[in-house]
């Protein structure tokens, strides 16, 4: 009880935003007009060198293997990942600017949703380029963006609401192997979850529904601190 927490937290603070500013992040800054949601920004978990590094990887092996497989694996493997990425986009325990982002002006809502657009958007390039090289993929062409935005916003939603980056992934993967699973015993396919024009409307109505839990959820009551609730 004798620790000055305030003033260890100065220091802290202090040593975070001293750090200068990379080029991403000044162009952050141009583009979003803030400092502290371009901060936010590039010190995102799942915007970091090894994350990107890890879906480079997950992705390459997808291209290799989908020719012996005959199956082409970019457009499963893509919604999965960036469930993934979107669920450990803050978070306690994962977001080294947790706690900073609690204090600044910018509201906790705007973080998370700037990061998780940011981090779909990366995702969905790298799942694009992947794809090109795969020409398995000719006939499924771009559908599986629309999987894989639902994969996200439920891991998105359910990070949001239960506080947990783990709970979150678990989440979204799990729906997305269901899925998968579905589609393959009633088509025999494997790759019909990605592709199967009856799924899209379900699709694109949990997107709605998961943002609107998202929203509401992170919304700000009057005369409430701002956090992640």
């Known amino acids: 009880m004798d620790v000055d927490l305030d003033r260890v937290w100065t220091r802290v603070a202090g040593r975070v935003w001293a750090t200068g500013p990379s080029r991403t992040e000044r162009l952050a800054r141009r583009l979003l007009r803030s400092p502290g949601l371009a901060k936010a920004l590039v010190v995102t978990p799942s915007l970091l060198r090894s994350w990107l590094v890890a879906t480079v990887v997950v992705l390459t092996v997808g291209v290799v293997a989908s020719r012996p497989a005959g199956t082409a694996l970019v457009p499963l493997l893509a919604p999965a990942l960036a469930g993934a990425g979107i669920a450990y986009a803050y978070g306690p325990g994962t977001d080294p600017a947790y706690e900073l982002g609690l204090t600044m002006p910018v509201t906790a809502r705007m973080v998370l949703l700037v990061r998780s657009l940011a981090v779909f958007a990366v995702n969905a390039g790298l799942g694009v380029a992947a794809s090109v090289l795969t ?59 990605a592709s199967a024009p009856v799924l899209m409307p379900l699709y694109l109505l949990s997107v709605v529904l998961c943002i609107a839990v998202v929203l509401l959820v992170t919304r700000t009551p009057a005369g409430k601190k701002r956090g992640w609730s």
Do not use: E, Y
């Open 135 to 193: 020409p398995l993929a000719t006939g499924l062409t771009l559908s599986w963006l629309v999987p894989m935005t639902a994969v996200t916003a439920l891991a998105l939603a359910t990070a949001t609401v239960a506080g947990s980056a783990n709970v979150g992934m678990t989440a979204g993967l799990g729906g997305w192997c269901l899925v998968v699973l579905a589609g393959q015993v009633a088509t025999g396919r494997i790759d019909a979850a």
